[in-house]
């Protein structure tokens, strides 16, 4: 039962709007991008949200870690508010954000080195956790001698380096190739069974929602809410995207929530 589970990540009533400036002498407007947005994400599960373009999804996982300052509502990560970017979120860019004159390795040692850790602790934990992504065999390579899809295994490493309590992942896999990026999805959910960590994911790819996650947020736009959350009933031990996608369930989740993107009115939006 989710009420006894802990709650890693709670977002409250949290509003957030926006000011645009006028331009020729006209006045500024106000213009609503997130209204009044409550769930929880419970630890070790993988929530992703997913919505038409507007809705706020990358707003508001910018707001979580502390880049963006909410209007209303409170964040909290186990059990404490939280309002700033702090070592208890990591957060996973969609664009490789790696810096192109350090290694992998060194890369990924970077926020435990202006944490102050030692350097041999930093080089065992950064060494350990390239094998865990796949990378063993690339750990003093430079980005630009890594592909895509490694760069993107860098960057889940590095925010991993700093043992977060969450992981904030914005559209991680959508500027790569549909197979390197099945392949990740799948080594993903395979990190994230290993080292038990709790990720709330933004994502465009209805499929790439139902195969990676618990549960799947559904939001409306202008202003962004939240019309449904979707449970997942696949398991850990869930088969290959390929061959989930012929699954009747599959099917079924995935129409209901296009329906939901693309017909359900403002009106019909529910608290989660």
Known sequence: MAEDRKVKLAVQNVSKTFRVRGTMGESDSLLPVLRNLSFDVYENEIVSLIG????????????VQGLIRLDAGTIRV????????????????????LLPWRTARQNVEF????????????????RELLKLVGLAHATEQYPHELSGGM????NLARAMAIDPAILLMDEPFSALDAQTREVLQRELLRIQAEAN?????????????????????????????IKKIIEIPFGRNRPELPQMRGEPEFQRIRAEM??????????AAVAA
């Open 111 to 126: 926020g435990l080195e202006l944490s102050g850790v030692p350097k041999r602790e930093r080089g065992e934990k950064s």
């Open 258 to 267: 296009w329906d939901l993107i693309r017909n359900t009115p403002a009106s």
């Open 78 to 97: 186990d059990g404490n508010a939280v309002g700033v970017p702090g070592r208890d979120r990591g957060f996973v860019f969609q664009q490789s954000s």
């Open 52 to 63: 038409e373009s507007g809705c706020g999804k990358t707003t508001l996982l910018r707001i």
């Open 151 to 154: 760069q993107q295994r860098v």
């Open 197 to 225: 960590k709790t990720i709330l994911f933004v994502t465009h790819d209805l499929d790439e929602a139902i195969y990676l996650s618990n549960r799947v947020i559904v939001l409306g736009a202008k202003p962004g809410r």
